[in-house]
């Protein structure tokens, strides 16, 4: 029997023994060395030649992520390793470091249990770092630390032993912040970061070696002997005594959670089911046998296998052939065939049980964040994965030859479902479609994906994404409907900071709210207690609330009035851009007895124009996203990059210094990013590190305001002003 052979077998024993599986991640900044790292993981599974470990760079396997040399796509990979005489199966997800792909961490974070956080131990916690560590622990995923490129420490910044020790120090300590601030209350402790008990590692992915305390115990290898072999340049050697995925692995096993431990806290929090239900324990015990409930977390599609749906089975047992039934769409497929990763490749195993994760062809429809269970089972469906970023950048796109438009619209419909953070518009009336995406790079990677699927497409130049809200306050606003029988009376203000802050951060979750269930949420965030009892909707960061009393009919068009002043927020009066940050009170209203007279065509109109008038009446101004801009660059150009950004409406944030090199911390609105990457390479001579994220929304300047609302209307084939007040409650 082959190796490779041997170990499906192996797979598909262990499957079924939730204790010796690990799900993880492996998470960091751009250019750290995830893929570096998985690559020796898979050569110590014998899936790769230890030779190229390093260099292959296995699970970057896209003609994009290998051109490029970074990671696009999450990519997983299921593979055994032996540890003290048992083997563990462990399915492993190396995920994009690149801000603009941020989605697929998050996601990933939804499949697995625990993560390997790799820091560059030159450039320490950088900001992606910060924001992936905060992914995994908003899902409950428990972290370890592995610090690598130690070897460039010694070899090229020429650390001495106090300043490596210093270093290490303050890398750990900045985990530990974050650990603390965010990891669940009963873990804070546990979880942290502790260079004694082996769930901190040190190493070089590059060099193929790794080292913790208790493989120094164990080996009698020190610090002191490290700093001999990569003085030496004989680092091969330390590879051979030490090598990487022993130590990475034996970390895993002993400090990262098998799904038979994790399901237990982490179903809770991500399941909004009841627990003690038979499908609540079935999860909880990670019990094969119980009612299916598997959590979609990324669908790709396969040009011979069709849509792939990648998942994480909670409960249950998928089983080839059978039948699957989706909660959230209500469809329903047959699935062809299940199994698990290897990388590029698919292993078939007919069947998954709880605790991995699947693989399922023949998962026609699914989308990520979908739950599937048997059919005919009815069971709840998981929380919705909340996106940390959101797309801030459009282009339009238009197929070269007219012939392809049918087979275009199909093609933008896959890339939506193949990433829920690019958001896709197919305009009827003006034939316009829009795809809008987290940065430049995340645009250029979808239209190369579009010309990938069969259709020649030519894009516009980028476009930013704005947002309306208001600055001032209106109403009562009347806003009538089209038969003049139906009248409601709306007050509008800002939202207030704390509250607008807490759904920025996805502590208070979009939806219409049933019965009283989120009072106190609310006024933990400083809403009145009258108000936090009659909220009825929480909407693109908005808030619909019902302050009335005693009006006759009103439940019966309570959805209409929600439906209204939903449509009101996707596109505003100012500038048909979303709207946020808004506090809709519903005052009174009128309503005609009859149910004929009080329709949707009636209803619908009659919100919308309220909610348009008392914009309208409020201030009306725009938001425009920003950037925070980070740049790592030697002293002596310190000067010619914060020009940089002052040219660019940037405000200088922080500044901080160590050794010959300066870190500069900004904010840039996104509009003047573009062409930043070229420019900042000259300004510094090439000799700087640059990273961005997404810092929200904030006012545009009062002096932009008229020019840019003009520009967008322009382009959206609006008159050049919005309309006033009284053209939507005259």
Not at 681 to 686: H, I, L, M
Request: proline letters at 5%.
């Amino acid at each position: 029997m082959s190796r490779r052979s041997k170990m499906i077998e192996k797979i598909k024993d262990l499957m079924y023994q939730p204790e010796y599986i690990r799900n993880i991640g492996i998470v960091a900044h751009i250019d750290h060395g995830k893929t570096t790292l998985s690559d020796n993981l898979l050569a110590g599974a014998g899936m790769i030649s230890s030779e190229l470990a390093g260099d292959q760079r296995f699970l970057d396997f896209d003609e994009q992520e290998q051109a490029r040399g970074i990671t696009i796509d999450a990519a997983n990979v299921s593979m055994v390793h032996q540890y003290k005489d048992q083997e563990y199966l462990i399915n492993l997800i190396d995920t994009p470091g690149h801000v603009d792909f941020g989605g697929d961490v998050t996601r990933a974070m939804r499949a697995v249990d625990g993560a390997v956080v790799v820091v560059c131990a030159v450039e320490g916690i950088m900001p992606q770092t910060e924001t992936v560590l905060r992914q995994a622990l908003k899902e409950n995923v428990r972290p370890v630390l592995f610090i690598n490129k130690v070897d460039r420490l010694i070899n090229e910044l020429k650390l001495g032993d106090d300043e490596l020790q210093q270093r290490f120090v303050k890398i750990i300590a900045s985990a530990n912040k974050l650990i603390r601030n965010m990891a669940p209350e009963e873990f804070k402790e546990e979880w942290l970061a502790r260079v004694e008990d082996g769930s901190v590692a040190f190493g070089s992915a590059y060099h193929n070696w790794a080292i913790n305390v208790p493989i120094m115990q164990k080996t009698g290898i020190t610090f002191k002997d490290i700093f001999q072999y990569c003085r030496d340049d004989n680092q091969k050697e330390l590879a051979d005594k030490v090598p990487i995925h022993n130590v990475l692995l034996g970390m895993v096993v002993e400090h990262l959670p098998s799904p038979k431990v994790a399901q237990a806290y982490r179903v809770p929090n991500i399941w909004s089911g009841d627990i003690d239900t038979v499908e609540g324990q079935g999860m909880i015990s990670t019990d094969p046998d119980s009612p299916l409930a598997v959590m979609v977390t990324n669908v790709s599609i396969d040009k011979h296998a069709g849509e792939i749906a990648t998942g994480r089975v909670y409960g249950g047992t998928i089983k080839k052939g059978t039948e699957i039934f989706f909660v959230g769409s209500m469809g329903k497929a047959r699935t062809q065939q299940v199994g698990v990763y290897m990388g590029p490749e698919r292993i078939n195993t007919d069947n998954v049980p709880a605790g991995n994760i699947v693989a399922i062809t023949g998962a026609k429809n699914a989308i990520a964040g979908e739950t599937v269970t048997n059919y005919g089972t009815k069971i709840a469906p998981f929380e919705s994965i909340e996106h940390i970023s959101e797309p801030v950048v459009t282009v339009a796109v238009e197929a070269k030859n007219t012939k392809d438009l049918p087979k275009l619209i199909e093609v933008l419909r896959q890339v939506g479902k193949e990433d829920p953070t690019v958001r896709v518009e197919i305009n009827e009336e003006t034939g316009e479609h829009l795809i809008s995406g987290m940065g430049e790079l995340h645009l250029e990677i979808i239209a190369y994906r579009i010309n990938e699927k069969g259709v020649e497409i030519e894009t516009s130049e980028p476009i930013v994404v704005y947002r309306e809200t208001i600055a001032g306050k209106a109403g009562p606003v009347e806003g009538k409907s089209p038969n003049k029988h139906n009248r409601f009376y709306l007050d509008i203000e800002p939202l207030e900071d704390k509250l607008f802050q807490a759904m920025q951060a996805g502590d208070i979750k979009e939806g219409r709210v049933k019965g009283k269930e989120l009072t106190s949420t609310f006024t933990e965030y400083g809403l009145p207690k009258d108000e936090a009892k009659k909220v009825w909707d929480v909407y693109k960061r908005s808030l619909f609330i019902n302050m009335t009393r005693g009006i006759q009919y009103l439940d019966e068009i309570k959805e209409l009035l929600l439906e209204g002043f939903e449509s009101a927020m996707e596109d505003g009066p100012v500038a048909r851009e979303k709207v946020m940050g808004l506090k809709i009170s519903l005052k009174d209203a009128k309503i005609h007895e009859d149910a004929v007279h009080r329709g949707p065509a009636q209803v619908l109109p009659a919100i919308r124009k309220a909610v348009y008038g008392s914009i309208m009446l409020a201030n009306p101004t725009l938001l425009e996203p920003i950037q925070k801009v980070f740049i790592n660059v030697p002293q002596d150009y310190m000067g010619a990059a914060t020009r940089e950004i002052q040219n660019r409406r940037g405000q200088i944030v922080d500044m901080s210094q160590e050794g010959d090199m300066a870190t500069v911390e900004s904010k840039v609105p996104v509009a003047e990013m573009f062409g930043f990457a070229g420019d900042i390479r000259s300004a510094a001579e090439g000799r700087c590190l640059w990273s961005t994220e997404s810092a929200g929304f904030e006012r545009l300047p009062n002096e932009l305001q008229r020019t840019i609302i003009k520009e967008i209307r322009a382009r959206k084939g609006l008159s050049p002003e919005p309309y006033g007040p009284d053209h939507y409650i005259g």
